[in-house]
């Protein structure tokens, strides 16, 4: 039986529906033999997460999604594999990180209030019921508000990159998100490159200078990436000698056409990945020459 994974998901500690351990219980009915919590801008949930994978008898590996931006492109995510939740520099860096959704999440309430949509922060908290409150958060409640139909017309007129209440959040710079991870002994992957909007040489172009910030991998196999583009992106990979990697995107009901598991991601992705992070430290102290 070929042994599949899934190295891109996210857990109601950030904006998916599945608790942590839900998200491995459900990869383990799925036949999955590992898989990764990549929540936004947050490792809260990878204790939970990896203790379940024990009892489980699943690989699971903990990570995280970092939002960035680069000149004028200002939604670059970056994953992260092999966070230590124990790490303090990290944890810190990351509580600036939630600061600033929190900040962007204020800006985008009074934003909405000028266009005539009354939306308060008890009412984002009950939404959320416990997650870090975000954008589809937002989008729901409007709904349920009766402020717009569904929540593609929230983002499309109202909170999305282009709408009439967006407010951008306080990021790291890419090569920033990506030498923050190396730095800490984290792997760094760019994710679904395909939804960056660069050309193909800018893309390289891309890669050539996070190279330089430590960058280690690139995501070629995502829900969003047709297999064509999957095939040029792993030709990339091999190209730039980076760790290829793949995931679904999992969101639960927050993405119900996205599924765990789809599309499939080989298992050799897992050892290489796991190659890297070995090498990770010989990699550093070969950059310090």
């Known amino acids: 039986m070929r042994k599949l994974i899934d190295l891109h998901m996210h857990s109601t500690v950030s904006d998916g529906t599945y608790t942590p ?5 459900h990869a383990k009915e799925k036949g ?3 898989i990764a919590l990549t929540d936004h801008d947050t490792a809260g949930g990878v204790k939970e997460f990896l203790e379940e994978g024990k009892k489980q008898g699943i690989e699971t590996i903990a990570g995280i999604e970092i939002s960035s931006l680069f000149e004028g492109y200002p939604e670059i995510h970056v994953l992260g594999y092999f966070i230590d939740p124990e790490n303090k520099d990290v944890m810190e860096k990351l509580n600036f990180l939630q600061d600033a959704r929190k900040v962007r999440n204020i800006k985008l309430i009074a934003r909405l209030k000028d266009l005539g949509f009354e939306v308060t922060w008890e009412e984002l908290e009950k939404e959320a019921n416990g997650q870090l409150i975000g954008r589809p958060h937002f989008a729901a409640l409007m709904v349920k508000k009766g402020f717009v139909k569904d929540t593609n017309e929230a983002f499309s007129k109202y909170i999305g990159n282009d709408g009439l209440a967006f407010v951008p959040k306080e990021k790291l710079t890419t090569p920033e998100a990506v030498s923050f991870l190396f730095e800490n002994g984290i792997v760094p992957v760019l994710a679904h490159p395909i939804l960056i909007g660069m050309n193909t040489n800018d893309l390289i172009d891309f890669i050539i200078l996070l190279k330089k910030s430590g960058l280690q991998g690139l995501e070629v196999i995502h829900s969003e990436i047709p297999e064509k ?3 040029k992106y792993l030709e990339l990979a091999y190209r730039f000698n980076l760790v290829p990697t793949g995931g679904s995107d999992f969101h639960g009901e927050n993405k119900p056409y996205v599924k765990m598991g ?8 897992f050892i290489k990945l796991k190659e890297r992070k070995r090498d990770m430290f010989s990699i550093m102290e070969t950059r310090k020459l």
């Open 32 to 34: 999955l033999s590992a």
């Open 229 to 231: 583009e999957s095939r």
């Open 21 to 25: 351990s839900e998200l491995v219980r």
């Open 262 to 269: 789809v599309p499939e991601v080989p298992y050799d992705f």
